[in-house]
């Protein structure tokens, strides 16, 4: 690889033990990927903030890092906690267990993270702008800056990403480079799917593509209209089934203005068509019962302040059902706006509870004995099953409303 | 053919050199739920090595299925003492071989991955077989049958 003078300074330990070992780490991956040089980024974003990813062996890291006086060198933001910070003996979480996920927040309080807890860093202090390159992780938050904005940045690792954050630099190879970006398989909506596509459709047309492309890149055809919303589930349910870290939605993404744009002028080496029938499917397989449910999950990726407000609107005069918990995940900042703007007073007098900076995957929560879970999130219904340990449900949103209100997930 | 005459050449991804049994998987895999980094066994109820122990040995598998958690639950493991030995895929990923750089940058672990490997490794090895692996030179031998 090519060096810069400032990068071989930091790797003969002129910026200090934990640039030197930053940067080792970064080098070799990108002599391991091809890179032929660094390039520098303009944010980085961490998974390994929760104590369920990091660990003790996290704690250890960061511990090790902190004393040797280490600091970010570029505006670096926290995904989600393994904990409510302010609610967590409500949702019973163990006493010892926040304790560890406290620990981990002093620590990246030390080096320098702002603490926004959360997988959607662009609804607060972490807005990239296209074409910039990144250093982020959270497959969800990935998929959305490089697809939705246009912004640069592979899937990095848990600890990769601080790495990033501590060099202000990432190796330059995948989806840093113009030819890493170009499409790979092409999925064409049928005419009568694409006329009358439901919102719910969009999580659930993105774990299919999650399922057929693994880690290459999709290109939709036949999206109409989206909002950021329907392409940050479409996005967080093809990261979660798939690896996927960009698509294009042709007329809808940046990169994607036709189809010739979306591949780089290369022609489609496959053609999927997709209609209703393969929507039913794979909703069938993300979780199709219905019954009793005792837990609804909304709010993943974290919700912004438009689904707030929708939230409150479809919870208004309503009650969630005593054998139910509607738990709605979201960060701090949007909490804040939703709490001035009256939504949180409307959700809350419904019997429903903000779970912040954490979600439902994130958190501990054996100890309420779960069994059926009720989501409209395609990364939930993906994880769940193995995370919460319960059956899954996938739903729209209104139908996961409707369920916490009658205990009970009708799908129609 | 004699074990010691059995040699693969492969792609060295990460280095360090590496000797004991293997398991092998004809399934791609993802350590983020997949293996308890408490004991390392394979906990991963889809998986076909699920209920083996992939402890301190190699780890054969086509490729992986990555969360950008995996170094979490990966790290965890090494720090116990519990990880693979040795990794070898079809292709190895990125996420892969980013655990195995921040094994030897943060615990001075050397975990060599090897990948793109000619020939059909399941055709040739199966579990219980005892390798030496280098994950410089990309060279696996077999040095004992299970």
Same mark, same amino acid.
């Given at each position: 690889m090519q060096l810069t003078n400032e990068e071989q300074r930091i790797l003969d330990g002129g910026g200090g033990e934990p640039q030197r070992l930053a940067l080792q780490v970064l080098v070799k991956l990108g002599e391991a990927c091809g890179a032929e040089r660094m390039v520098e980024i303009a944010s980085a974003h961490l998974v390994a903030s929760s104590y369920q990813i990091a660990g003790e062996a996290g704690i250890a890291i960061y511990t090790q890092l902190v004393e040797q006086g280490a600091r970010v060198m570029v505006r670096t933001t926290s995904d989600p906690g393994s904990i409510d910070f302010a609610r967590w003996r409500e949702f019973k979480t163990p006493e010892e267990y926040a304790a560890r996920q406290v620990k981990i927040a002093e620590l990246l309080d030390r080096m320098g993270v702002i603490p926004t807890w959360t997988c959607t860093p662009y609804t607060t202090f972490n807005v990239p702008h296209f074409g910039e390159h990144l250093g982020w992780s959270e497959s969800s938050a990935v998929v959305f800056a490089n697809s939705v904005i246009g912004a640069r940045t592979n899937r990095l690792a848990a600890y990769v990403d601080l790495c990033a954050a501590l060099t202000g630099r990432v190796p330059c190879f995948g989806l840093h480079l113009d030819e890493g970006r170009r499409g790979d398989v092409l999925f064409e909506l049928e005419a009568e799917l694409s006329a009358d596509f439901a919102e719910h459709y969009f999580p659930a047309l993105g774990y299919l593509v999650g399922q057929v492309v693994k880690d290459r890149i999709p290109v939709i055809l036949g999206i109409r209209r989206a909002t950021l919303d329907q392409l940050k589930a479409f996005g967080a349910a093809s990261a979660a089934s798939g690896s996927v870290a960009l698509y294009h939605m042709v007329?809808?993404?940046?990169?994607?203005?036709t189809v010739e744009e979306a591949f780089g002028g290369r022609i489609p080496t496959e053609r999927t068509p997709v209609g209703r029938r393969e929507i039913d499917a794979v909703m069938e397989q993300m979780g199709a019962s219905e019954g009793p449910v005792d837990v609804v999950g909304i709010g993943c990726p974290h919700a912004s302040i438009d689904q707030m407000g929708r939230y409150a609107a479809l919870l208004e005069g309503k009650r969630v059902h005593p054998n139910t918990r509607l738990w709605i995940c979201t960060n701090v900042v949007v909490e804040a706006m939703a709490r001035k703007m009256g939504y949180v007073e409307t959700i809350e007098r419904a019997g429903a509870t903000l779970m912040v900076g954490t979600c439902h995957n994130d958190c501990p929560l054996e100890a309420w004995g779960f069994r059926r879970l009720a989501t409209d999130s395609g990364k939930f219904a993906y994880y769940t099953p193995t995370t919460v340990g319960t059956e899954c449900v996938f739903a729209s949103t209104e139908a996961c409303i409707r369920a916490a209100i009658t205990g009970r997930v009708e799908r129609r | 053919m004699s074990p010691g005459q059995v040699r693969f050449q492969g792609r060295g991804c990460a280095a360090g050199t590496f000797e004991g049994e293997l398991v092998l998987s004809n399934q791609p895999f993802g350590f983020w739920q997949g293996m308890d980094p408490q004991t @390392?066994?394979?906990?991963?109820?889809?998986?076909?090595?699920? @209920?083996?122990s992939i402890k301190r040995k190699a780890f054969v598998f086509p490729f992986g299925r990555g969360s950008t958690g995996t170094p979490g639950i990966f790290l965890e493991a090494v720090r116990n003492g519990c990880a693979p030995g040795a990794i070898v895929n079809v292709k190895s990923e990125p996420m892969i071989i980013m655990c195995a750089l921040l094994a030897e940058a943060f615990f001075k672990v050397a975990i060599p991955i090897v990948d793109r490997v000619a020939g059909d490794l399941s055709q040739h090895l199966k579990t219980g077989d005892r390798v030496r692996i280098d994950g410089t030179t990309g060279v696996i031998e077999v040095i004992g049958r299970g």
């Open positions: 007329g809808i993404t940046p990169e994607a203005r | @390392g066994t394979v906990i991963d109820k889809r998986h076909d090595a699920c @209920g083996l």
